[in-house]
């Protein structure tokens, strides 16, 4: 099932299948490790529309509400 990363529960692990944005924001998620075919797991939300915590291999990143938002996953 296909859905945002805000709607991973936390904890989960699922494999980016797309992202919603501009080539821009493409290749800055890109240089953090965050693309189509990687797993990612959430760590943690904080607050309802705060920064989203996310594992991708050994590393852990906070990511803005908005770009959360953008990134589409499957699990």
């Known amino acids: 099932m296909r859905k945002d990363l805000i709607q991973l529960k ?19 998620l890109d240089a953090l490790g965050i693309r189509e075919g990687i797993e990612i797991i959430k760590l943690s939300t904080i607050s309802s529309k705060g920064p989203v915590i996310v594992q991708v291999g050994n590393t852990q990143i906070a990511l803005s509400y908005n770009i959360a938002k953008k990134i589409i996953v499957e699990n």
Do not use: P, T
Request: with cysteine.
């Open 10 to 28: 936390q904890g989960e692990k699922a494999k980016i299948v797309g992202i919603l944005g501009k080539n821009s924001l493409c290749k800055k």
